[in-house]
């Protein structure tokens, strides 16, 4: 079984600049989680969503950040403008539904210079 | 806030002894604890986990225990191998129903030959 796709593996901006993050979630799971891991600290949710609709993004920078999952399957992850407190590896995790397991991709380390 | 803290950043062990490993929470309407271990440039991968209405769960090397009246809860790897060293991440359920994972920041364990 495929696992979570995640791609650009590794991405270097300046701030102010723009940069999107795409995910594949494992085949057939409806529940999609973009988490912020800033070193040193624990993963933290930025946005949930079921198949296509969003559950919670209570924690997610609306004014600079934004997330889609079209069609309920890939979804993608938009900073703009960057700032250098964005710097963090953005994991994207998948489950079959709420409360269950959690497959995480590889994530993206961002550095924004 | 942090709900789920891990006070200790950093553990060695030998490798064949016992490497305990804490989590402190503050919510106690979490009902379900989740342990992650994550190696480097890689997604956090799901290890062990325990309900609230047990006290004890175990999977071959690894044991979760859990202890309600001074929320804490403690994963114990008997016996370490080096293969062992990796961040693992203490994870508790909110308190709502989405899924959404509380982390702790981590504790990185080095099990040294």
């Known amino acids: 079984e495929a696992g979570v796709a995640q791609s650009p593996r590794y991405k270097i901006i300046e701030k102010r600049q723009s940069v999107a993050f795409w995910c594949n979630p494992i085949?057939?799971?409806?529940?999609l989680y973009w988490y912020q891991q800033i070193l040193g600290q624990g993963p933290k949710l930025l946005i949930q969503f079921q198949n296509n609709g969003v559950v919670d993004d209570s924690q997610l920078p609306k004014d600079r950040f934004s997330a889609e999952r079209l069609k309920g399957v890939d979804s993608t992850l938009k900073i703009q403008p960057a700032k250098l407190e964005d710097s963090a590896v953005y994991l994207c995790?998948?489950?079959?539904?709420?409360?269950?397991?959690?497959?995480f991709g590889p994530g993206t380390r961002l550095t924004v210079l | 806030d942090q709900q789920v803290k891990q006070n200790s950043p950093s553990l060695s062990v030998q490798e064949g002894r016992i490497s305990i490993l804490n989590c402190d929470y503050t919510n106690s309407m979490f009902d379900y604890f989740l342990w992650y271990k994550k190696y480097p440039a890689e997604g956090p991968t799901f290890l062990i986990s325990i309900s609230s209405i047990k006290d004890k769960n175990e999977d071959g090397r690894f044991t979760v225990f859990l202890n309600k009246s001074a929320k804490h809860l403690s994963l114990h790897i008997v016996p370490s191998q080096p293969g062992d060293s990796a961040v693992y991440f203490c994870?508790?359920?909110?308190?709502?129903?989405?899924?959404?994972?509380?982390f702790g920041q981590g504790t990185t364990l080095q099990v040294k030959p």
């Open positions: 994870a508790a359920w909110g308190s709502s129903n989405t899924g959404k994972l509380i």
């Open positions: 995790a998948s489950s079959p539904s709420y409360r269950n397991e959690q497959f």
């Open positions: 085949s057939g799971h409806a529940t």
